[in-house]
């Protein structure tokens, strides 16, 4: 193979790689978007939140926590302090969740103006604050069942 061939070869490898790469990381980008709104911009879309995936971050409002633990399901309102969504999740709820925290959801906007959640996420600060001594540590924390 004279050098004039593997250069050839070389940039047609590297060609086709690059093609590849280009396939694989931006094929079917559209499809795998996910949108991370705050209640004012899920609103303000209108049909277009409908069937889209979305993330909803904001905080669950004081006193809409309605849970079903026989249905493992959960209801609550997520604000930004503008507007309000109703989010309906079906699972247990992370640890830390309750009311007045900042949460994320992942899911859909129905047609009835109900936020379906597939995923619950719980924002929390990364300070770490110790019990005082001899406080009891499980007071520091809520879970719904304390709620």
Do not use: C
């Not at 633990?69 to 079906?90: Q, R, W």
């Not at 300070?127 to 520091?140: F, H, Q, T, V």
């Amino acid at each position: 193979m004279t050098d004039k061939q593997r250069r050839l070869f070389m940039a047609m490898a590297l060609l086709i790689a690059a093609s590849a790469l280009g396939l694989v990381s931006f094929g079917n980008l559209g499809e795998n978007l996910v949108y991370f709104w705050d209640p004012s911009q899920v609103i303000e879309a209108g049909e277009k939140a409908f069937g889209a995936d979305i993330r909803l971050g904001g905080v669950v409002v004081p006193g809409s926590v309605e849970e079903n633990p026989d249905a493992n399901e959960l209801t609550f309102s997520v604000s930004n302090g503008v507007d309000t969504i109703v989010v309906h999740a079906k699972g247990a709820p992370p640890q830390m969740f309750r009311e007045g925290i900042g949460v994320v959801v992942e899911g859909t906007m129905t047609k009835a103006g109900v936020f379906k959640a597939d995923q619950l996420m719980v924002k929390h600060s990364n300070e770490y604050k110790a019990p005082e001594d001899g406080a009891d540590p499980s007071s520091l924390y809520k879970t719904v069942e304390n709620l």
